[in-house]
C-alpha cells in the first residue's frame, strides 16, 4: 500500500509538473506571458501540489514505515486550494481558460488534479486531529493573492479572473467586493470540509494513532 501510494504520488506529481511546462511554454510564447501565466491561482496552487505530491511520494519510498513527510497542515492548505480551483473552474466560462493553455494540460491542472489531490488526502489522512482555528492560517495566502492581483490589475490593466476585474460588466469595485466576499465563504466552508473529512477518514484509519490534537498529553498521568 506505501509503496504503490508512493509511485503514484510520484507518477501523478510528473504528469502535473509535464502539464504545467506545456502550459508554460503557451504562455510564453503567446500575448499571455509568463508574468500573467504566474499570476493565475490556480497555476500557483498546481505548482505547490506538485511539490506536495513529489515529496510525499519520495519520502513513502525512504521510508517504507510510513514517515511523516509533509506536515499535515501544508498538504490541508493544497488541498483546499486545489478544491476551491476546482470548484471556480465550473463557474467560469471555460473559453477564458482554452485561452491560456492546450486544452489536455487545462483539464489536468483544473478538473484531475483538485480530485488526485482530494483522493490523496482520504487515502492518507493527517495522522493528528487537526483544529479549526489553527486552520484559519489556510487563509492568509489567497488573501495575500487577491491583494497582490488587485494591485497588479489596477497597473497593468490585467486580472487572472474576470471576477477580479471591475472594468468587466457592471458594478465596479462593488461587484468585486462581493465576488471577493463570496470567494472567502468558499474557501471557510471548503476548508471546514478538509479538515472535518481529514479528521473523520484519519479516526478511521488509524484509531490507535489518531490523537484529539496535538497537545494532548499521551504518556502515564
Not at 83 to 99: I, K, N, P
Request: net charge positive; charged share 15%.
Amino acid at each position: 500500500m506505501t509503496l504503490a501510494l508512493s509511485l503514484s504520488r510520484i507518477a501523478l506529481a510528473v504528469l502535473s509538473a509535464v502539464a504545467l511546462g506545456f502550459a508554460g511554454h503557451d504562455a510564453a510564447t503567446s500575448a499571455t506571458g509568463l508574468a500573467d501565466f504566474f499570476s493565475h491561482f490556480t497555476i500557483l496552487s498546481a505548482m505547490a501540489a506538485c511539490l506536495v505530491l513529489f515529496a510525499s511520494g519520495a519520502t513513502g519510498l525512504r521510508d517504507t514505515r510510513g514517515g511523516r513527510g509533509v506536515p499535515d497542515m501544508v498538504r490541508g492548505a493544497v488541498v483546499l486550494y486545489m478544491a476551491v480551483s476546482g470548484f471556480v473552474y465550473g463557474l467560469v466560462d471555460t473559453e477564458f481558460h482554452d485561452t491560456l493553455m492546450p486544452s489536455w494540460a487545462d483539464h489536468v491542472l483544473h478538473q484531475a488534479l483538485p480530485l488526485v489531490m482530494i483522493a490523496d488526502w482520504l487515502v492518507d489522512p493527517p495522522r493528528r486531529r487537526l483544529r479549526y482555528p489553527s486552520a484559519a492560517s489556510w487563509l492568509l495566502l489567497p488573501l495575500l493573492y487577491v491583494g497582490y492581483s488587485l494591485v497588479r490589475g489596477a497597473v497593468t490593466d490585467w486580472y487572472a479572473y474576470p471576477f477580479l476585474d471591475p472594468d468587466r460588466g457592471i458594478g465596479g469595485y462593488g461587484r468585486v467586493t462581493v465576488a471577493c466576499l463570496l470567494l472567502a465563504v468558499l474557501f471557510v466552508a471548503l476548508g471546514a470540509l478538509v479538515v472535518k473529512a481529514g479528521n473523520t477518514a484519519g479516526a478511521r484509519r488509524r484509531p490507535r494513532e489518531f490523537r484529539g490534537g496535538a497537545h494532548r498529553r499521551t504518556g502515564p498521568r
